[in-house]
Each structure stands twice: as C-alpha cells, then as structure tokens.
C-alpha cells in the first residue's frame, strides 16, 4: 500500500513534500496530528467518557495512566454503542449487573475499553499512517514519543485532508458503495446500534416513504450515524425515558427520535475533491448519494472510500 500512495504522488503534478522514510527527529505525521488531545483514565465511568465525546465532538479517547502518562487503552463511538445495545459489551448490563442500567453506565470505562492499540509513533510518516489505516481497518490511532506517551492523535481525516488532491478529479461514482444497509424511522435505537457493531459501520441511512408524498416509493428520509446517539446519551435525553433501572426501557427509543433529517447529499457524477471539502467544511465524514432526477437513495461515500481511492 505505501508503495502505491508514493507511485500516485510521483504521478500527479502536485507537490506534497512528503517523506517517504521514518527520521530522527519528529516525522511529518507530527504535521497533520491533533496535539492537544483529549484522555481519561481507566477508572473514569462510561457515561462521563459518553458524555466528553459528545461534548468535545471526537469519536475516540485514548486511556492513560494518571501517573505515567502511558496508553493503556482506548475507547471509540462503536465501544460504546456496544456497550449500549449493539453487541458483547452489552452484557456488562444484562450479566455484570443484572440488568441494572444506571448500576452499569457508572461501571469504569475499563470494563469496555480496547486495548493492544495501534499506534504510530512521532517519528513515522504520512504516508505509513495511511496505508497502516487501511491495513488494520481503523479510523485513527494515537502518536505515542519513545516513552510511550501520547503525543498527537492522527484521523483518516487528517490524512484525505492533506492528500486528497490525489483524487480530486475522480467522480463518486467511482469510489461510493453501492450494497447499501438501511433501516426505517421505526427502528429502535438497540436495533440501529446492533446493525452499526454487526456491520463496522458508523452512520446508517434512514428510507421510508414520503409523509407529504402521495408517492409510496420509498426515499431517504433521514440520516443517523454514531456520533448522533451519543449526542442523544450525552443531552441526558435518554435519562427522561428511563423509567426504571432496567436497558430495555432505553433502548426502545426509536431512530426518529434522534435522526438528521436536514441531510447533505451528493449526486454520482460530483468530484471527490468537490466532496472532500463540503466533508470538512460541514464537519461530517459521510454522504448520502441520491438520483439527481428522482432523489432515490443509490449510494453512500465516506471518507474511508476516500482514504481507500487515495492508498488503493
């Protein structure tokens, strides 16, 4: 894969300055990497952790020891929305504590985190942090110094946005997808989190037919991705249904509770340059692909299909 990204760069006319080689002192990852990152510790609650990712709108946090400052975890969207409903982590309710919700929102954030994480280290390139992306099939990973400390966080984000350019003439329909995965306003919450887990994905289109349609042909009505329910968790919405200490009693909220339904699209015919920057500008990292004639639902580009154009 690194091969490859070096192969495009040489092809285009653009200049990266890039290197292509690890060196002695910090690597241009340094250059793109978010310095100020955010970190708990493991004894931190899951709620406390759901409620900082809403409130500083990140999707990841690394865990750290409070004193060392060394990683020892790290925590993402999909931890939690399986921890919620979604899969294995769920059982922390149903087993660990009986059934008992707010017992198992206050359990440590160790009980749920992952740890063995990759990481990239201060002294590594871009060009390593893409393809390792790829590869390992991750969103982003913390930069650690030779002390094992955290120095930066690196996005496939921050990656498509210094080499995006690579792609900039391709068309969506060349990298969307294509076999799509839906579901209906009526989905509840428990159902939405178990097909994000099940399916690796982090948002899901919402269809159905048109309330001011006379058309019973079904279209995009919606948009819901990770980040949204745990907005929802961290509004302390979900508080004003818990009628009792048991999950089921949350998890029975329906998805158009929370779902976006002023939704940014692209057409199959749009630029990826063009919808590299509508992503940034509008800070989401996925669209919908509609008929420009019918606004039937036809695809979905995410900034992974662009990472994966600009390495594959």
């Known amino acids: 894969m690194k091969n490859n990204i070096i192969k495009k760069i040489n092809s285009t006319d653009q200049s990266f300055n890039l290197q292509t080689k690890k060196v002695e002192s910090d690597g241009d990852i340094m250059d793109i990497a978010a310095k100020n990152v955010v970190t708990a510790s493991q004894s931190a609650t899951i709620i406390e952790i759901a409620n900082l990712m809403s409130e500083k709108d990140i999707r990841r946090i690394p865990i750290t020891d409070p004193g060392s400052g060394k990683l020892l975890g790290i925590v993402t969207t999909m931890d939690i929305l399986d921890f919620f409903g979604g899969g294995k982590k769920y059982n922390l309710i149903t ?5 008992n919700f707010l017992s198992a929102i206050n359990a440590p954030i160790k009980e749920i985190m992952t740890t063995g994480v990759k990481t990239m280290t201060n002294k590594d390139t871009i060009i390593d942090a893409a393809a390792l992306m790829l590869e390992e099939g991750i969103g982003g990973f913390p930069i650690i ?16 946005n210094k080499l995006d350019k690579i792609i900039a003439d391709l068309e969506v329909q060349d990298v969307m997808a294509t076999d799509l995965i839906t579901t209906t306003p009526g989905t509840r919450i428990e159902g939405i989190t178990k097909i994000m887990v099940r399916n690796s994905l982090r948002r899901v289109p919402i269809v159905g037919e048109d309330p001011n349609s006379n058309s019973k042909e079904e279209k995009l009505l919606g948009f ?3 980040s949204d329910i745990l907005k929802y968790i961290g509004e302390h919405k979900l ?11 949350v998890v029975n909220i329906t998805v158009d509770e929370l779902m976006v339904t002023d939704v940014l699209t692209a057409t199959k015919y749009e630029k990826l340059g063009d919808i590299a920057d509508l992503m940034f500008d509008s800070n989401i990292r996925g669209l919908p692909v509609v008929d420009e004639d019918t606004g039937k639902l036809i695809g979905i580009i995410t900034i992974r299909d662009l990472l994966k154009a600009i390495v594959q």
């Not at 508080?239 to 009693?249: P, R, T």
């Open 95 to 99: 087993e660990k504590h009986e059934g």
């Open 145 to 160: 110094d030779n002390e094992e400390k955290i120095v930066g966080m690196v996005t496939e984000g921050d990656v498509v």
């Open 224 to 226: 819901v991705t990770a």
């Open 239 to 249: 508080f004003a249904k818990l009628f009792s200490n048991e999950g089921e009693d």
